[in-house]
């Protein structure tokens, strides 16, 4: 399986096909490199925007999941493991909130590339359409599910047995801990767009779609 970015370690584990981070070996998890540069995405988000959400807020949460692991029987486990089996137990809510934010944000950056967006193509397109009627109706359900999520979280195209769902989750909380396939990840976290678009959501969304959607990554993820 050949990745979408590079790492400086020879030690990876695939989260999904086309994603990888480094998995916890003696100094724990490592940040994974953005697949692009922190100006790539401009004029969309910001080189501003997107150094201090990967750099700041990303790296946090990888930095608490170290501390929180080291010398317990979490360390070394796969990441998808750790937030798989961490789910729903209340005693081991800091280690999900900080395992799923380090899986979301690397999901959130595989679901965005330079020139993307637009309406996808081939299987992906066809399967959103017998999913949702039409692209038009996924891009609406997407907005919607995106802007009414109340405070922080996240809007995800998803896969679940043979259907694609639209699907809103605050927090940390994510479609894998529900046994779900991500194929597109939106954060809706305010750092995310606010030095950008302030408190204007559905902009960021729309542009989201409209000029950053990875489509060949989400086609990547089908099952």
Request: proline share 5%; net charge neutral; hydrophobic share 45%.
């Amino acid at each position: 399986m050949k990745p979408l970015f590079s790492l400086p370690s020879a030690c990876v584990l695939s989260l999904a096909a086309g994603m990888q981070v480094l998995a916890a070996d003696a100094p724990g998890f490592q940040l994974p490199l953005l697949p692009y540069a922190e100006t790539a995405l401009e004029p969309y988000i910001s080189a501003k925007t997107l150094g201090f959400h990967y750099g700041k807020h990303h790296k946090t949460y990888l930095d608490n999941l170290n501390k929180l692991v080291a010398g317990t029987p979490w360390a070394g486990m796969p990441l998808e493991e750790i937030v798989k089996k961490s789910a729903g137990a209340p005693e081991n809510t800091a280690i999900f909130n900080n395992a799923a934010q380090v899986w979301n944000h690397t999901c959130f950056w595989q679901s965005m590339k330079p020139n993307g967006g637009g309406k996808p193509s081939g299987a992906l397109l066809a399967r959103i359409e017998k999913s949702f009627g039409s692209y038009d109706s996924f891009t609406n359900a997407f907005l919607n599910a995106a802007v009414s999520q109340f405070g922080s979280g996240w809007a995800w195209l998803a896969q679940d047995g043979d259907a694609l769902k639209v699907v809103k989750t605050a927090n940390a909380d994510t479609p894998l801990a529900h046994g779900q396939t991500v194929l597109l990840a939106c954060d809706v976290w305010e750092h995310a767009y606010y030095l950008d678009y302030q408190n204007r959501r559905r902009d960021f969304v729309q542009i989201f779609l409209e000029h950053l959607a990875n489509w060949d990554f989400a086609a990547s993820q089908l099952k």
